[in-house]
């Protein structure tokens, strides 16, 4: 069937009749206005309330700056003998910072370091068990149905019930409140923790930064004592003067790695800007939630009653 070309009477019905139907759609949604509002209203109050009972949460975060690994005489030893120590399995410390601090980055997420500094600094109550911050007293409320702080126990046995318990419940709770970062341009690493109270959150980062540079840098001293003890050994057993004198200078550079760890607390990351206590929360944005629902319960408002109009326009 060949359709009539359009002409301007064709036009002008088509026209009329789009004005037509938004001119219906309108009215429709004028008649259904009650249903948009009760829609509104009902949503609106739910997200008021489910705001109102989030609790307020606190970020502080600390900027660091990466360490480097080798300068000067030790980094051009480890770019000449690099190859040749990594055939024996020893590390002379050539990668640069970039690598350290990657290794660093990647262990304050795993599961054994931050079970690790969980028991360490006994923060496992205030991460499972807390219930709210008192902003007058500056101290944490704990969940006594679940713990129970003056006695230093949990209740029914709780996350300490089993040693296996215990540490998934620390990685669990602890990786939701913490996030490492690193700009790729600069290089520089945020490190950060979000929790009910600010206090425990700038402290809590402090005690990250100092336990990490610790840990990285026991690993290495640890690494550089064993190479240091296998290198002995390789000279006691060699009688060539050329490699007597290659593996005594493997032994100074991993004596200098020593020397430097041991100097230096702040070994993996430089603190730029150290957490401190935040005065303001960082969420929950209680205004954004409300106006969201209200908007939520428009939408639905409006499409039950163009919903509706559709169906009895089918009708007719």
Not at 16 to 37: F, N, T, V
Not at 89 to 111: C, D, K, N, V
Not at 192 to 204: D, E, L, M, V
Not at 290 to 313: D, H, M, N, P, T
Request: hydrophobic fraction near 40%.
């Amino acid at each position: 069937m060949i359709e009539p070309p359009i002409t301007t009477e064709n036009a002008e019905s088509l026209l009329g009749s789009d004005e037509l139907d938004l001119r219906q759609i309108i009215k429709e949604l004028w008649a259904g206005k009650w249903y948009i509002l009760i829609s509104t209203g009902i949503t609106s109050t739910l997200a008021i309330l489910w705001a109102l009972s989030l609790p307020n949460m606190y970020t502080a975060s600390a900027l660091l700056a990466p360490t480097q690994s080798a300068s000067g005489a030790s980094a051009g030893f480890a770019q000449r003998y690099g190859g040749l120590a990594s055939l024996a399995g020893i590390s002379l410390g050539g990668g640069g910072g970039g690598s350290r601090t990657q290794l660093a980055i990647e262990t304050l997420g795993s599961r054994a370091f931050i079970v690790k500094f969980v028991d360490k600094r006994n923060i496992l109550p205030q991460l499972t068990a807390i219930e709210e911050w008192d902003s007058k007293s500056g101290s944490i409320i704990f969940d006594t149905a679940a713990y129970d702080p003056t006695e230093n126990k949990w209740i029914n046995g709780g996350p300490d019930e089993s040693r296996a318990s215990s540490a998934f419940s620390a990685y669990r709770a602890f990786s939701k409140i913490l996030n490492v970062s690193k700009d790729k341009q600069t290089g520089y690493v945020t490190l950060s923790i979000t929790h009910q109270s600010p206090i425990a959150a700038a402290q809590w980062v402090t005690w990250l930064v100092e336990d990490i540079n610790t840990n990285v840098k026991n690993q290495e001293v640890a690494e550089a004592k064993r190479s240091i003890e296998y290198l002995e050994r390789q000279v006691s057993q060699t009688s060539l003067a050329d490699l007597h004198a290659l593996l005594f200078e493997l032994i100074q550079s991993q004596t200098e790695t020593i020397m430097l760890a041991e100097a230096r607390p702040e070994f993996v990351f430089k603190t730029i800007d150290p957490a401190v206590v935040p005065e303001e929360k960082s969420t929950p944005r209680r205004s954004l939630i409300c106006i969201l629902g209200g908007l939520l319960g428009s939408a639905v408002g409006i499409f039950f009653v163009l919903i509706r109009y559709y169906f009895k326009e089918e009708s007719t």
